[in-house]
Each structure stands twice: as C-alpha cells, then as structure tokens.
C-alpha cells in the first residue's frame, strides 16, 4: 500500500514540478492526476491496493479541507470588504456552470438517440 501511496505523491510532485518548469497556468496536483491516469491506461487495470489507498484519502478527504478552512478564518476581514465581488463570482460561476451543465447533457443525449436509432 506505501508503494501506492508513494505513487500518488510522486504523480503530483512530478506534475507540480511540470508545470511550475514549464510556467503553464494550469493546476500542478490536476497534471498529476493526469499523470496517473496515462500510467493506468498504459497499464491497463487499477491494481487493488490502489484502489484502496485512494478509498482511503477519499474517506478522510474532508480532514484536507482544515488548512483552507483556517486560512478562511485568518483572513475573515477581507471576505467582509470584498463581499460583493466574491458574491457576484460566486452567482455567475453557478449560472454559467448549470448552463453548460445543461448544454453538454443537452448534446450527448442527442448524440445517444441518434446513435441509438441508427
């Protein structure tokens, strides 16, 4: 299972390394994972312990969540001055999440029924 666990980390150190090298503007853990993801395809199978490991973080996920939510309460003053904006942020990336939410469920069921007629 440490080998598994080692894995994981290392996907993420390796991604995170990536793109601070590169200077790309994207999420250095989601290279990572893009990173695992290629090795498991490669591989062709989820190997059990992994599975495990992975069960494992997924169940104390919310434990990762204490950091941010301290950093949250540190800075409390600063949600106070820039409500507005962080609400307005926080509508509009709902809406426009919902609406290509919609769009996208829109276009593969279609893409279903055709396929499915034919």
């Given at each position: 299972m440490l080998e598994y666990l080692t894995l994981i980390l290392a996907c993420q150190l390796i991604g995170e390394f990536?793109?601070?090298?590169?200077?790309l503007p994207f999420p250095g853990p989601v290279?990572?994972?893009l990173l695992l993801f290629?090795?498991?395809?490669?591989k062709g199978s989820v190997p059990d312990d992994l599975t495990n490991v992975a069960g494992s973080l997924l169940n104390n996920l919310s434990l990762l969540f204490v950091p941010a939510g301290v950093g949250v309460m540190v800075h409390f003053e600063?949600?106070?001055?820039?409500?507005?904006p962080l609400s307005a942020a926080l509508i509009i990336s709902t809406v426009l999440?919902?609406?290509v939410t919609a769009t996208v469920m829109t276009m593969v069921n279609r893409y279903q029924h055709s396929r499915d007629s034919q």
């Open positions: 990536t793109v601070s090298a590169a200077g290279a990572g994972m290629i090795f498991l395809l490669i600063l949600l106070g001055t820039d409500a507005i999440t919902i609406i």
